[in-house]
C-alpha cells in the first residue's frame, strides 16, 4: 500500500492527479471513469448548458422557492438557503472564485465592483471562452446529470438533501435527478477484534455508548460487576418507595408531594454521583482498560463520529490490502443501504 501511495504522490503530482493515479490503480479493471472538472471544464463548450441558468434565471429561482417551501412543508430543512439575487453561479478569477449575484438588471461579482454584465454580455464572454463560471452547489448536480446522464448517482447524506433541493432546477434541462443513498461501513480491524473478544463485545456496543458507559458495561463482566449491580438495585429500589410515598401523601397534602419530588432529584442525583466516582476510580486502578476502551472508540467511532467522516481509507487498506475494495463492492447491496460491520 505505501508502494502504491508513493507511485501515485509523486514530488511531480499536485493533488489531483495524484487522487485520480491512486483510484485508477485501485480499481483497475472496474470500469471507473474520472473526471477532473478543474482541468476539463470550458465555458465556451458549456454555453448550451449555461444559457438557461442567465437568460431564466428568474423562473429557476421561483421554482428553487417552490421545492423549498415543498420541502419544509415535508417537515425537513433546506440544504441550501437562496435569495433573489440567486444566480447559481460563480465567477472565477485566477484561483479565486466570487459569488455571483443578480442586482440592476446586471450579474455581479461579489467583492469585485468592476466586474459585471447584462445577460448578453455574460453569455457572449463564456460563448468566446473570455469567461470563466463555474456552477453553485446547488447547480453542480444538474451539470453532473448534464454531462454524465446516469440511472442513478450514489450519494452521502448531504448530498442526498442537495439532490431533493436542485430536482425543480433539473427539469429545464429536461433531466430528473435520481439518488440513493450510499452504503455506510463499519470496519473492524484485526486489533479491535482481539480487544472485542477479550471484553465479550460487539462492535455495536461500541459505537452506540458513549466511552463512561461502555466502560461501565466491561467493568459489569468484572469483579466491580456486583457493587455496581447493587446500586442500581438500590437506586431502583429508592425510586419505586418514593413514588409510592409521592401518590400516597398527594391525596393528603400536595405541598409535601412535591417537596419529595424535589427530595427524589437531589437523592437519585447522589446516588449517580456516587456510581460515576466508582466507575471512576475503577478505572484509574485499571490503566490497561482505559486505554483499551480508548483504542476500540478511537478505531470504530473516532471522535464520536463515523470512521468515513475521520480515518482516510488508506489505513484499511494498509490493514487489509487493497483486495478490501474487492470485499466492499462484493457485500454492497444497491436496494438495501443498511449500515454493515465488515471485519478485515
Given at each position: 500500500?505505501?508502494s502504491?501511495?508513493?507511485?501515485?504522490?509523486?514530488?511531480?503530482?499536485?493533488?489531483?492527479?495524484?487522487?485520480?493515479?491512486?483510484?485508477?490503480?485501485?480499481?483497475?479493471?472496474?470500469?471507473?471513469?474520472?473526471?477532473d472538472?478543474?482541468?476539463?471544464?470550458?465555458?465556451?463548450?458549456?454555453?448550451?448548458?449555461?444559457?438557461?441558468v442567465?437568460?431564466?434565471?428568474?423562473?429557476?429561482?421561483?421554482?428553487?422557492?417552490?421545492?423549498?417551501?415543498?420541502?419544509?412543508?415535508?417537515?425537513?430543512?433546506?440544504?441550501?438557503?437562496?435569495?433573489?439575487?440567486?444566480?447559481?453561479?460563480?465567477?472565477?478569477?485566477?484561483?479565486?472564485?466570487?459569488k455571483?449575484?443578480?442586482?440592476?438588471?446586471?450579474?455581479?461579482?461579489?467583492?469585485?465592483?468592476?466586474?459585471?454584465?447584462?445577460?448578453?454580455?455574460?453569455?457572449?464572454?463564456?460563448?468566446?471562452?473570455?469567461?470563466?463560471?463555474?456552477?453553485?452547489?446547488?447547480?453542480?448536480?444538474?451539470?453532473?446529470?448534464?454531462?454524465?446522464?446516469?440511472?442513478?448517482?450514489?450519494?452521502?447524506?448531504?448530498?442526498?438533501?442537495?439532490?431533493?433541493q436542485?430536482?425543480?432546477?433539473?427539469?429545464?434541462?429536461?433531466?430528473?435527478?435520481?439518488?440513493?443513498?450510499?452504503?455506510?461501513?463499519?470496519?473492524?480491524?484485526?486489533?479491535?477484534?482481539?480487544?472485542?473478544?477479550?471484553?465479550?463485545?460487539?462492535?455495536?456496543?461500541?459505537?452506540?455508548?458513549?466511552?463512561?458507559?461502555?466502560?461501565?458495561?466491561?467493568?459489569?463482566?468484572?469483579?466491580?460487576?456486583?457493587?455496581?449491580?447493587?446500586?442500581?438495585?438500590?437506586?431502583?429500589?429508592?425510586?419505586?418507595?418514593?413514588e409510592?410515598?409521592?401518590?400516597?401523601?398527594?391525596?393528603?397534602?400536595?405541598?409535601?408531594?412535591?417537596?419529595?419530588?424535589?427530595?427524589?432529584?437531589?437523592?437519585?442525583?447522589?446516588?449517580?454521583?456516587v456510581?460515576?466516582?466508582?466507575?471512576?476510580?475503577?478505572?484509574?486502578?485499571?490503566?490497561?482498560?482505559?486505554?483499551?476502551?480508548?483504542?476500540?472508540?478511537?478505531?470504530?467511532?473516532?471522535?464520536?463520529?463515523s470512521?468515513?467522516?475521520?480515518?482516510?481509507?488508506?489505513?484499511?487498506?494498509?490493514?487489509?490490502?487493497?483486495?478490501?475494495?474487492?470485499?466492499?463492492l462484493?457485500?454492497?447491496?444497491?436496494?438495501?443501504?443498511?449500515?454493515?460491520?465488515?471485519?478485515?
Open positions: 500500500m505505501l502504491l501511495l508513493r507511485r501515485a504522490y509523486s514530488p511531480t503530482s499536485d493533488f489531483r492527479s495524484a487522487f485520480g493515479a491512486l483510484l485508477s490503480e485501485l480499481f483497475k479493471g472496474e470500469g471507473l471513469v474520472l473526471f472538472p478543474l482541468s476539463s471544464l470550458d465555458g465556451s463548450w458549456l454555453t448550451g448548458f449555461l444559457a438557461p442567465i437568460e431564466r434565471r428568474g423562473e429557476l429561482v421561483e421554482a428553487s422557492f417552490k421545492r423549498v417551501e415543498e420541502i419544509q412543508r415535508r417537515g425537513f430543512t433546506p440544504q441550501v438557503r437562496i435569495g433573489e439575487s440567486e444566480t447559481f453561479l460563480f465567477w472565477q478569477d485566477g484561483k479565486y472564485r466570487y455571483l449575484d443578480y442586482q440592476s438588471g446586471k450579474f455581479r461579482a461579489r467583492g469585485l465592483p468592476s466586474v459585471h454584465f447584462t445577460a448578453a454580455e455574460l453569455l457572449r464572454q463564456i460563448d468566446t471562452g473570455e469567461a470563466k463560471v463555474s456552477p453553485s452547489a446547488l447547480l453542480r448536480p444538474v451539470l453532473q446529470e448534464y454531462l454524465f446522464p446516469a440511472a442513478f448517482a450514489v450519494t452521502g447524506p448531504a448530498e442526498t438533501s442537495y439532490y431533493a436542485v430536482g425543480s432546477l433539473a427539469e429545464f434541462w429536461d433531466l430528473q435527478l435520481s439518488a440513493l443513498p450510499r452504503s455506510g461501513f463499519t470496519l473492524v480491524d484485526r486489533k479491535c477484534r482481539r480487544l472485542l473478544e477479550q471484553y465479550e463485545l460487539d462492535p455495536c456496543d461500541v459505537t452506540q455508548a458513549a466511552g463512561g458507559s461502555l466502560l461501565e458495561r466491561i467493568l459489569l463482566q468484572g469483579e466491580e460487576g456486583e457493587a455496581l449491580e447493587r446500586m442500581s438495585v438500590v437506586t431502583d429500589n429508592v425510586r419505586e418507595q418514593l409510592h410515598l409521592r401518590q400516597h401523601v398527594s391525596l393528603q397534602d400536595h405541598t409535601i408531594a412535591d417537596m419529595l419530588e424535589t427530595s427524589e432529584r437531589k437523592i437519585l442525583y447522589q446516588l449517580q454521583k456510581r460515576n466516582r466508582f466507575i471512576l476510580n475503577s478505572t484509574r486502578r485499571r490503566e490497561e482498560l482505559t486505554r483499551h476502551v480508548r483504542n476500540l472508540e478511537s478505531r470504530l467511532i473516532p471522535k464520536g463520529k470512521q468515513e467522516r475521520v480515518i482516510n481509507f488508506s489505513y484499511f487498506l494498509s490493514e487489509g490490502g487493497p483486495e478490501t475494495i474487492r470485499t466492499l462484493e457485500t454492497i447491496d444497491p436496494f438495501r443501504p443498511a449500515h454493515r460491520i465488515l471485519h478485515l
